[in-house]
């Protein structure tokens, strides 16, 4: 029987982690199943300076040689289709950042506006999809899927301390019924996290569709001129950025962390060949 399950956590929680988990274990048992997502996840590792230019070519609708799940900026429209022509074929679907880019706020659960939204969630069950959503916090989604799930999943991010990026160590997950208890419980280790698991997602993606974009724009009055702008802002702080690794006050705090550490005077001469700086 289909499942509604939120996916709760704060940032770095794990949640897209296990959204790219479950699809994995979905695609290798189940190929044939549809997956969808409003956020990139592929069925195997990218290199990650491709990642981005592969999720580029799926949002124009192009082919691509990776085996991926469907990606739907607007998830719901694609789950508004398959509930219109009544479809009732099993489907499983990942809405990540479900309350801000499938404008799930529950601020606005009462409003008619927003109202064919929540319909569709009472009636994923109905054409037979599995609806996993994800949200920080369970009180920012909508009314209907904070009462209506299945299961609840507490999503926790265990990093290792003082590094930086942060780095896992595992990310625990609880899975609670609904009235809130536990029922069960597992980890996924840092370790296999970053070796299976980030090479098939991007986890800085910002999930928005079109009609999102351009709300963001005429509440802003955004403008051409306005993004030149930005542009340049982006141009002068990366100069302002090269200047500060060059300067005298740089070059002193490295020197003091050379004595203090096993590096050595060949190292540090390489790095300064390496960013272009002359003695």
């Given amino acids: 029987m289909a499942e509604l399950n939120l996916f709760i956590g704060n940032k770095g929680g794990g949640k897209t982690t296990l959204a790219c988990y479950l699809a994995q274990y979905a695609h290798q048992t189940c190929p044939n199943v549809p997956i969808v997502t409003n956020t990139p996840i592929f069925f195997a590792n990218i290199p990650e300076g491709r990642k981005r230019k592969l999720s580029e070519d799926l ?112 990310f625990s997950y609880q899975i609670c019924d609904r009235d809130l208890k536990k029922i069960n419980a597992f980890d996924i280790s840092g370790e296999d996290a970053t070796r299976w698991l980030f090479p098939r997602f991007i986890t800085e993606d910002v999930p928005l569709s079109d009609a999102r974009i351009r709300q963001f724009i005429d509440f802003f009055e955004i403008e051409d ?41 060949e190292d540090f001469k390489d790095y300064k060949q390496d960013m272009g700086i002359h003695p």
């Fill in 225 to 265: 001129e306005d993004k030149k702008e930005f542009a340049l802002d982006m141009i002068r702080a990366r100069k302002e950025y090269a200047e500060l690794q060059r300067s005298e006050f740089i070059l002193e705090e490295t020197r003091k962390f050379v004595k203090r550490t096993e590096v050595k005077q």
């Fill in 59 to 170: 949002e124009e609708g192009k082919e691509i040689d990776v085996p991926h799940a469907i990606l739907r900026r607007s998830s719901l429209k694609w789950l508004a289709i398959k509930t219109i022509l009544k479809d009732t074929r099993y489907a499983l679907m990942f809405p990540d950042e479900a309350s801000l880019a499938e404008d799930l706020e529950s601020r606005g659960s009462h409003a008619y506006s927003t109202a064919p939204r929540t319909w569709l969630i009472a009636l994923s069950r109905k054409i037979n999809v599995d609806l996993d959503m994800l949200t920080q916090m369970m009180s920012m989604i909508d009314k209907r899927a904070q009462w209506l799930g299945d299961f609840y999943w507490l999503c926790i991010g265990n990093y290792i301390p003082e590094t930086a990026p942060p780095v896992p160590e595992s």
